[in-house]
């Protein structure tokens, strides 16, 4: 492969930092650690210099291989042994979004077909082609999403009748 050039690593790195950090958020829920996942997401990038079909499939990689760096740094054996509060560094101003918090709570099976969905526009066809999953598998994280979020979402709106059972 050939190596990509200074002005294109620096156009693509432009073109998606935005994208690829909120991807990383989502799984990490901390400025830091986001951080270090987008700038390992860019050095693969930089690295392997893949030569992509288009802006759809330039994208698509980005989000693959940023999902990928994530799910692997929280599967490490470092992660898994120290205890880490996930919620001391959520000072995004974002975060105060009752919506994206709620999904940023949900389970990590869910997480990156509901932002590719929502957030990023996509069509369940071309998730399902980025997570290597089933289409219908696609579906039901997104139906199951919605219906934790709904949930979710019901029990903190403030005429909730989350006391009213008390």
């Known amino acids: ?14 073109r998606h930092v935005g994208m690829v950090y909120r991807v990383c958020f989502a799984y990490m829920k901390c400025r830091a ?10 050095v693969r990038a930089m690295t392997r210099a893949p030569r992509f079909d288009g802006p759809t499939h ?21 992660r898994r042994s120290v205890n880490l509060d ?8 974002n975060t105060t979004d009752t919506t994206l918090t709620a999904v ?3 389970p990590d099976r869910y997480k990156a ?13 071309e998730i399902a082609t980025m997570l290597d999953r089933p ?19 019901t029990l903190e709106s403030p005429g909730g009748d989350s006391d009213a059972q008390s």
């Not at 492969?1 to 294109?8: F, K, P, R």
């Not at 077909?113 to 066809?125: I, K, N, S, W």
Request: aromatic content about 12%; glycine content about 2%.
């Open 113 to 125: 077909a509901v932002y590719l969905f929502y957030y990023e526009g996509y069509a369940t066809a």
């Open 58 to 78: 330039e994208k698509a990689w980005l989000i693959r291989t940023a999902t990928n760096v994530c799910k692997d740094s929280l599967k490490s054996w470092w």
């Open 86 to 93: 996930p919620a001391a560094d959520t000072t995004e101003d």
């Open 1 to 14: 492969m050939l190596a990509l050039t200074d002005q294109e690593f620096t156009a693509l790195y432009t």
């Open 135 to 153: 289409e219908s598998t696609v579906r039901n994280h997104l139906s199951e999403a919605r219906r934790l979020l709904r949930a979710q979402l």
């Open 33 to 42: 650690r986001t951080d270090d996942m987008v700038q390992e997401t860019f």
């Open 104 to 106: 940023l709570a949900l």
